[in-house]
């Protein structure tokens, strides 16, 4: 449904009017009011002293289990926003007035009228529309002895993100052009600027020729398992063990370490012919991870 017709539906719910309910299904009873008064702390001895409920326990007196096939107004106007995508639920305020004490033995019997659909309306919890009811309750003929406006936001949550990989590479001055490549889907190589010895992990400075300045190539993304291990124990946050963290040697004359996925750990093997891919970890981090290549 659009907002528009999320409204119009709204008053037509309005125009119902109040509508009772269901008597309860218990008279107001001693028990109940001691229990109320033992879980509130409240000592006051005048209701069983005198025979009357604590005004708050309104509520109580009519409160049911859900019934399938609800079609009361607020029934239908919560299902009607659950289908538009309004699924989130708060309670906002409720406003209590009572108009006499109920006594011990009276039968309550609850009214509810839906009041009005307001929205949609920017809030901090998201879009959503403020829905508001009155409930009144009635003892004997007819008497009004309380009444309650209950308002709710009904909002659309927010897209749930991927949880943050708990396991993040330190990234520095010396590996950031490594990580900017793997985010192009490059398997970047660090190479000396001045002797283009190429070397990795990167480093601050040629071991060769001792420059500090800097290039990078892009590797071909293929090499073969130049070791090995199968990582079975202690349990690694954000992983599901067995897994393999292989050291991977490049035709361009390097190793790096990496996990090797899409395959049984037991089906790794020294010399096996392994290509790079990149893989999203959550909503910001992508990993360099190794899959079975062709022999």
Known sequence: MTGEELLDLAAK???????????????????MIRHWLAAMGDRNPVYLDRGLA???????WTMTAPAPGDRSPVSVMMGALDEAGYTGVVATNCEQTYHRYVRVGEL???ATRFTGLAGPKRTALGEGFF?????????????????????????????????PYPLRPSVNRDTAFFWDGVRRGELRVQ?????????????????????ANRAHVVARGEGVVYSYVVHHHPPVPGRETPFVVAVVELPEGVRIVGNVVDCPPESVAVGMPVRVAYRPMDDELVLPVWTPGEP
């Open 13 to 31: 719910q309005a125009a119902l009017g109040e509508l009772a309910g269901a008597p309860a299904d218990d008279p107001v009873n001693v028990p």
């Open 54 to 60: 604590p005004p708050a326990m309104a509520q109580v």
């Open 108 to 110: 309550l019997t609850p």
């Open 131 to 163: 829905a508001t009811w009155v409930v009144t309750w009635y003892a004997g003929e007819g008497e009004p002895v309380a009444e309650m406006l209950f308002r709710v936001l009904k909002f659309r949550p927010p897209e749930k993100r991927a949880e």
């Open 191 to 211: 190479s000396c600027a001045d002797c283009g010895e190429l070397r990795h992990p990167p480093g601050p400075m040629c071991p060769r020729c001792h420059s």
